[in-house]
């Protein structure tokens, strides 16, 4: 139970964000093979660098562009996004959907971000091998997740108890990183890809520091909050 608070925590920080940005290394190889933590751990390595490096860190809070951290139709962030009925709700809706974000990257997100990325004109076409990656690496991370603790003795509600609560509380800690990181009054939106500033000016334009004097913070985020 403790491990999978821990894991909770970690899953997708530190290590796995940092390699996808390859910035954990000097060298590539080492940065693309300690991206794989992602696929050990229920997500994927390649949708993460399609939906975080190329789509969300190159089109930040452009509207239909940076899918990182859009969330249509679940809930509205931008005031570029659309009006949706159900958005006069989300002050209550956000307490339900930001503790499953971690388990809607693990079973949903993940396959859904590659058509989005082609769809915008991102990258014309994905390897036909990332495809078959990404499918056996989910079912192999779920059989060993929920089978392996009932393999070792537990029962099965123990197993998946314990499994829910780690991808819970990891989905707080991505809301609670994510979105006020860039969903925040002072930063800024767009609803196009065009008339955008520089690179440099479109970050420090649409991204938020969260308390980055903690280094208890700091240490838990692997520096994510500056």
Sequence with gaps: GMGWFVMGLLLIFNIGHDAVHGTLSPNDRINRAASLVFNMVGGNAYSWRMKH?????????????????????????????????????????????????????????????????????????????????????????LFLALGGPVAAGWSWVDALGVFLAGHLLCGLLIAAVFQPSHYFPESQFAADDHNRPNWFALQTKTTMDIAPNSRWLTAVLGGLNH
Excluded: C
């Design 53 to 141: 490096n190329l789509a969300h860190h190159l089109h930040t809070n452009i509207e239909g562009m940076g899918f990182d951290t859009e969330m249509d139709p679940l809930m509205r962030g931008s005031p570029e996004s659309p009006h949706r009925p159900q958005y006069r709700f989300q002050v209550l809706t956000a307490a339900l959907v930001y503790p499953l974000l971690s388990l809607l990257i693990l079973l949903v997100a993940d396959f859904s971000i590659l058509p989005k990325v082609r769809a915008a004109g991102l990258i014309e076409r994905h390897p036909p091998g990332e495809w078959v990656v990404l499918v056996a690496s989910k079912a192999g991370y």
